[in-house]
């Protein structure tokens, strides 16, 4: 889940960043200390969780939920007292500083059973993606993808007719490919099963490519291999 943190008070955004680092699907992708900032990456950024403080100079939690269409939100605060009103905004949770990692947990295991419901009534399953490269869409059937790599905050997807270069994570292209085909093998490598030609100890051939096998990861790559 692509989450930000909207706070004015540099001790609390230190705090959620920490805990936001805890949760392993969580993946935080701007910190943010006025709302206006949060504004301007909202209309740029697929975002899926935000954490908003309440009090803040420029505008306040409360301002801003009624202002912008916002993501599914966590309220964080100092004060109880906002919390009727908070809740007629259909926010996820209200979490009162200091926070503790237990009920922040609680906070976003809500907000992921939320998403993951939706996602399982909005998933279609396709064979194909359409990638833009330039000012052109192009249709990339599934099939023809042999692997993905991570590249810092872009990631390439090499298929038989080419590379295609993306500003995304490994992660959320990770979500939108079929699990029987697509697995990860590395921290920066997801590989197509069908396009696997070999297999030598830690190192995957694809089209006289070697793409290296995590020890975190290897387990479950041989566990999906068809082996004789």
Not at 121 to 131: H, S
Not at 148 to 157: H, K, N, S, W
């Amino acid at each position: 889940m692509k989450c930000i943190i909207i706070d004015d008070d540099d001790a609390s955004r230190a705090v959620l960043k920490r805990l936001v680092q805890q949760v392993n699907y969580l993946d935080l992708v701007s910190v943010c200390s006025k709302p206006s900032e949060a504004i301007n990456l909202l209309k740029k950024d697929q975002i899926d969780l935000a954490f908003l403080d309440i009090e803040m100079p420029e505008m306040t939690g409360m301002e801003l939920l009624k202002s912008v269409a916002m993501p599914p939100t966590i309220l964080t605060t100092t004060h109880k007292e906002y919390a009727l009103d908070a809740f007629e905004h259909n926010i996820i949770d209200y979490l009162v500083k200091p926070v503790a990692l237990p009920r922040f947990i609680k906070a976003v295991e809500k907000a992921k059973a939320i998403q993951d419901k939706l996602a399982s009534q909005d998933v279609v399953e396709r064979d194909y993606f359409f990638i833009k490269k330039d000012s052109v869409h192009t249709k990339v059937p599934t099939k023809d993808i042999l692997w993905i790599e991570a590249l810092g905050d872009y990631i390439t997807i090499h298929t038989l007719n080419g590379k295609y270069i993306l500003h995304l994570t490994l992660k959320s292209i990770e979500n939108k490919l079929p699990s029987d085909k697509f697995i990860r093998v590395h921290r920066s490598y997801i590989v197509n099963i069908d396009n696997v030609g070999m297999v030598e100890d830690t190192t995957i051939f694809i089209n006289n490519n070697s793409i290296p096998v995590g020890a975190l990861y290897k387990d479950n790559f041989i566990k999906v291999l068809n082996l004789l």
